[in-house]
């Protein structure tokens, strides 16, 4: 599609008015989003109906601006839907004062690729596989070879009574001064 209806579009972010004004450039509709790491979840909805084999996509971009990552995408048969986005567990997102969130007409075989691809990769499930290796390592630094034998000769754990409390602080004591650092991790 050539150029897009500013109105075809409303964008709903939880606590907030539905926008439906955006500023165009070229074949894109975009807004700026001040505390990304803030927003949790967005609403896309369409106002009005798109042509045939189109359907309406919801992107972000950091600066400087070069790039789009999908976020979702809705179209005639679905006209609305809510989306995570990750923004509070992205390193690229969570430290930024303000981002872009691009919306975009595009031909429905683009978006079924896109929503594929996006549905492979799940944030969220990324970074608590992270705190629970976290977790585990802290443990197993107090493993001792032979301290107690089970049965069929297994080694059992033992840790401190207070053990998740003592790692519970730390890690807050870390994540206060690099909210990132459980993804910098292996």
Known sequence: MDSISPNVFGLIIPGEPMITEFQAYEDFLFIDIPKPASITT????????????????????IPPFENLEFIGAVGNLRPSDIFSTNFALNPNTNELST???VL????????KTLVELSTSIDVQKEFVKKVAKNLYNAMASYHKEGLII??????Y??????FLE????KFEIKYRLDPNFILKTD
């Open 99 to 101: 981002l872009k969130l």
């Open 104 to 111: 975009r007409v595009e031909p429905l075989e683009n978006l």
């Open 150 to 155: 089970g049965p069929e000769g297994a080694d």
């Open 157 to 162: 754990l033992v840790i401190p009574s207070n």
């Open 42 to 61: 967005i609403g896309l909805v369409l106002t009005t109906p798109l042509p045939d084999g189109f359907g309406g996509s919801l992107y972000y971009s």
């Open 166 to 169: 003592r790692w519970l602080e």
